[in-house]
């Protein structure tokens, strides 16, 4: 199985998903359609114990989601999501989530929007390189995290911190993400390899039996939120499409596309949307 917006590489039971969409990996549909492929292999593949995802690009993890796709959600039904519930985003976290392989994600560089959401709901684990930065852009350009963002951030850092990053829309640093339950650790740059290899070394020594076992009784500790889970899904997407109809996502959205999905607009992407909104009629 070839894909075209990350490469494989397979050492044991340890997979790695190197990121590679450039200019600055988008997350766009054609990643959302290969995540999708890759885990369906992965859930019927008991040789892999472990995924690490990383990125080819040193200051990129996942820029956001591709807007010209949530352009093309708008406008072309068959783009759009079969399921006013849930989307595809979502979807796609949960059903990595789901998978029984112990999935890690080292970011190295910017983490924001669609990819935010993507290590927020998928991965079990989350390290970065104290260089990174991760944001939520979505509120300045006047509409929701609804890749599960909302959800997943209340999740992970509770209400208060949750809608100041959501409504703050400004890039947090790594050792914020660590403080603020976003990511596990923040590691100098020198020192991530290392531990990651030295972390993944010992959870290949454990049994599939003994990793599934462990996620049992996280499933009963936590299944009092599967409800409310959902339903902070639906209600994202009532946000989203709420959003849609308002001359200000519309304007955000048109004016970042008019300015272009460039490196050059993507690295100070707060700074970015400061100019498109000053711009705004």
Same mark, same amino acid.
Request: aromatic share 8%; hydrophobic share 45%; net charge negative.
């Given at each position: 199985?070839?894909?075209?917006?990350?490469?494989?590489?397979?050492?044991?039971?340890?997979?790695?998903?190197?990121?590679?969409? $450039? *200019?600055?990996?988008?997350?766009?549909?054609?990643?959302?359609?290969?995540?999708?492929?890759?885990?369906? #292999?992965?859930? &019927?593949?008991?040789?892999?114990?472990?995924? @690490? %995802?990383?990125?080819?690009?040193?200051?990129?993890? !996942?820029?956001?989601?591709?807007?010209?796709? !949530?352009?093309?959600?708008?406008?072309? $039904?068959?783009? /759009?999501?079969?399921? $006013?519930? +849930?989307?595809?985003?979502?979807? =796609?976290?949960?059903?990595?989530?789901?998978? *029984?392989?112990?999935?890690?994600?080292?970011?190295?560089?910017?983490?924001?929007?669609?990819?935010?959401?993507? !290590? =927020?709901?998928?991965?079990?684990?989350?390290?970065?390189?104290?260089?990174?930065? %991760?944001?939520?852009?979505?509120?300045?350009?006047? %509409? =929701?995290?609804?890749?599960?963002?909302?959800?997943?951030?209340?999740?992970?850092?509770?209400? /208060? #911190?949750?809608?100041?990053?959501?409504?703050? &829309?400004?890039? %947090?640093?790594?050792?914020? &993400?660590?403080?603020?339950?976003?990511?596990?650790?923040?590691?100098?740059?020198?020192? +991530?390899?290392?531990?990651?290899?030295?972390?993944?070394?010992?959870?290949?020594?454990?049994?599939?039996?003994?990793?599934?076992?462990?996620?049992?009784?996280?499933?009963?500790?936590?299944?009092?939120?599967?409800?409310?889970?959902? &339903?902070?899904?639906?209600?994202?997407?009532?946000? @989203?499409?709420?959003?849609? /109809?308002?001359?200000?996502?519309?304007?955000? !959205?048109?004016?970042? @596309?008019?300015?272009?999905?460039? #490196?050059?607009?993507? @690295?100070?992407?707060?700074?970015?949307?400061?100019?498109? #909104?000053?711009?705004?009629?």
């Amino acid at each position: 199985m070839n894909f075209t917006t990350f490469s494989l590489q397979q050492d044991g039971a340890l997979l790695r998903v190197t990121l590679k969409n $450039p *200019p600055v990996n988008l997350m766009s549909g054609k990643m959302v359609e290969e995540l999708f492929q890759l885990g369906g #292999r992965l859930h &019927a593949d008991p040789g892999v114990q472990v995924v @690490l %995802f990383d990125s080819a690009d040193p200051d990129f993890f !996942i820029a956001h989601f591709d807007l010209d796709d !949530i352009v093309a959600s708008a406008t072309d $039904p068959s783009k /759009a999501s079969k399921y $006013p519930d +849930i989307n595809v985003l979502q979807s =796609l976290a949960l059903s990595w989530k789901a998978l *029984p392989q112990v999935k890690i994600a080292k970011v190295n560089g910017r983490c924001r929007g669609g990819g935010l959401e993507f !290590i =927020l709901g998928a991965m079990d684990m989350r390290f970065a390189t104290r260089e990174s930065l %991760f944001c939520f852009p979505e509120s300045s350009a006047g %509409f =929701l995290a609804s890749g599960g963002g909302v959800t997943f951030t209340a999740l992970a850092a509770g209400p /208060a #911190r949750g809608l100041e990053i959501l409504l703050s &829309a400004r890039d %947090f640093s790594a050792e914020e &993400a660590e403080r603020y339950g976003l990511i596990n650790r923040a590691l100098p740059a020198g020192d +991530i390899d290392a531990y990651l290899n030295d972390l993944t070394d010992r959870l290949l020594k454990r049994s599939v039996a003994v990793v599934a076992a462990h996620r049992a009784v996280f499933a009963r500790v936590y299944s009092g939120i599967v409800e409310p889970l959902f &339903a902070g899904l639906a209600a994202e997407n009532d946000g @989203l499409r709420a959003g849609m /109809a308002t001359p200000e996502m519309q304007n955000a !959205i048109a004016g970042h @596309l008019k300015l272009g999905q460039t #490196r050059e607009n993507e @690295l100070d992407l707060p700074a970015t949307m400061a100019r498109i #909104r000053s711009t705004a009629p």
